[in-house]
């Protein structure tokens, strides 16, 4: 069971999606849900691999430029930094 409350007065209703068959204090029950939410890495710790294709952006629309990106490729030959954001 986890300590974690919604704020008094949030209405979680009015961000949830009607259909959707789980509420936050579901989630907040949820072990597997939970985890997700802690970083469960140290640095120096090696990072987690994966690929995807390329996209260029630069015209404000998304186009593939025909080209994978491969984490272990890429840091077999030099070091990589990985910045993740959220940009709304």
Not at 11 to 33: A, Q
Not at 45 to 51: R, V
Request: aromatic share 14%; no cysteine.
């Amino acid at each position: 069971m986890s300590d974690t409350k919604l704020p008094e007065g949030f209405d979680w209703r009015r961000i949830t999606p009607e259909d959707s068959p789980r509420t936050p204090e579901d989630l907040f029950e949820d072990l597997n849900y939970l985890n997700l939410s802690k970083a469960d890495l140290s640095v120096g710790d090696p990072a987690f691999l994966f690929s995807g294709e390329v996209y260029d952006f630069s015209s404000g629309r998304k186009e593939s430029t025909g080209e994978k990106f491969d984490l272990e490729t890429r840091f077999r030959h030099k070091p990589v930094a990985l910045i993740f954001g959220s940009y709304t």
